[in-house]
Every structure is written in C-alpha cells, then in structure tokens.
C-alpha cells in the first residue's frame, strides 16, 4: 500500500457558542477564543509540513444569528485579516479568503484584499478562510457560468467535464482535500466544500473548537494516517469513520 500524504487538511471549526455557553460568558467570547486557536493550529499545520490548510469560519447561513453577533463576527474577521494574521504572515502563510465578498463592508473587503496581496509572494503554508461560504451555492454559480458560456458559443458542451466545473469554482486553486476535521461533536458537512470533499477522510472530535488542542489535531491527524484510502478500489481493508475520542492517549 502506498503511504498516505497530508496534503490538503480542511476544519469545520464548530462549537464557539456552546464553549461559551458551557462556561457561562458571553457568546462573542467564544469566536475570539476560537479565532485564537486558530492561529495556534495554524502554527501546528506548519510543524507538520501541510501545505494546505482550510477552515469554515462564518457560512452562508451564518446571516441567520442574531444581530449582535453577525456584527461581532464581522468586526473579528476584520481583526483577523488586519491585525492576528501578522504573526501568520511572518512565518512565510499565504492566506486566502473564499466565497462571496459583496454582502461584507468595503472596508472588510479591502483588508481581505490587503492581506492576500501581503502574502501572495509567501510559499509556505497555503491558509484559505472560507467565509460567507456555502457549496451547494459555489457548485450552482459554477454551474450557471459553464451554462452561460455554452449559450454564448465560448464554449461546446463536450468541453463540460469535472476539471472544467472545478476551474470554475471559488475554490478552484485548492487541492482536493485529504482530511476533514470537525469539532464540536456534530457529524455532518454543513454544506463545505462539497465537490472537494468527495475522496477526504473524515474525523469528528466531542471538543468544541475553542478547546481542541495541538494533541486533539495531532490525533486526527494519527488517525488519517491509519486510514487506508481506496477511492473506490477494491483493495485494503475499509476503514469506517471513528469519532476521535478526547480521552484517548
């Protein structure tokens, strides 16, 4: 069996509000707790040679929360891309942001593109932030693009393969992703990154995100390692999706 590599790591970084509730504060604190671990997994995924590293951080339907916290969430993204990813930068991280831009302010608009620009020349770890992101919407706007140009004659319909919808995504510079994290003891994709996901081994943690630590990464990511990946071969074992319990050494 050939070994596994890590190549692309994705985390769907779920259970702020419930670290928070759990401890009784307000529920904005558990973002800025979980934008901290962050960085401190990033730092991680840095040790560990990943090249790529992607995380879910505010979803389509994210606009659904109350006010205050849209409004809270939106001033940490801000923080995030101007002031926290200094440090990020520092240590050679081209950052990325994908999904829609148009609904956030200008001014968050513009640190997004500061930032990207900032670290374009980085070769190091390739850390893309999903934000008003959803993969069913990404899949149909691809799909709508290749329809028009089809219409319009620029392109045929035997042109239309998966390579083709693939450049047409938000996410079409990312490798298809190896490992899928997520915390916060759900078990679902919650609409991320749909087409990248279609091969990745997934893992799911009890932690809440603010919690989980560089040991609980570093367990799933053993984890990955006993996998045996088959992409739909008939050789090896399969393996069945195990919850990464915390307690485990």
């Known amino acids: 069996m050939m070994p596994q590599i890590l190549n692309h790591l994705a985390i769907i970084m779920d259970g702020n509000r419930r670290w928070a509730r759990s401890l009784g504060i307000e529920v904005l604190k558990g973002h800025h707790r979980g934008a901290d671990a962050l960085i401190d997994i990033s730092q991680t995924a840095i040790r560990q040679n990943i090249e790529w590293l992607t995380v879910f951080a505010f979803s389509s339907e994210n606009w659904q929360r109350p006010a205050a916290e849209v409004a809270g969430l939106l001033e940490l993204m801000k923080r995030f891309v101007t002031a926290q990813s200094e440090d990020l930068i ?42 008003d992101y959803g993969g069913r919407q990404d ?26 919808l693939k450049s047409r995504l938000s996410t079409k510079v990312l490798p298809p992703v190896d490992l899928l994290i997520r915390t916060g003891g759900e078990k679902r994709l919650s609409n ?58």
């Open 90 to 131: 520092d240590n050679n991280v081209r950052l990325r942001v994908v999904g829609r831009r148009d609904r956030f302010s200008s001014e968050l608009q513009q640190s997004i593109v500061n930032v990207e620009r900032r670290s374009s020349l980085n070769t190091g770890l390739n850390l893309t932030v999903a934000l």
């Open 139 to 164: 899949i149909a706007s691809a799909a709508a693009q290749i329809a028009h140009e089809v219409e319009t004659g620029l392109l045929s319909a035997r042109q239309v393969n998966d390579d083709l």
């Open 192 to 249: 991320f990154m749909l087409w990248d996901l279609s091969y990745a081994e997934l893992v799911f943690s009890d932690k809440n995100w603010p919690e989980f630590a560089t040991s609980d990464f570093l367990l799933a990511i053993d984890e990955y390692y006993r996998r045996d990946r088959r992409y739909g071969g008939s050789t090896g074992e399969i393996h069945h999706i195990r919850m990464v319990q915390s307690d485990l050494a």
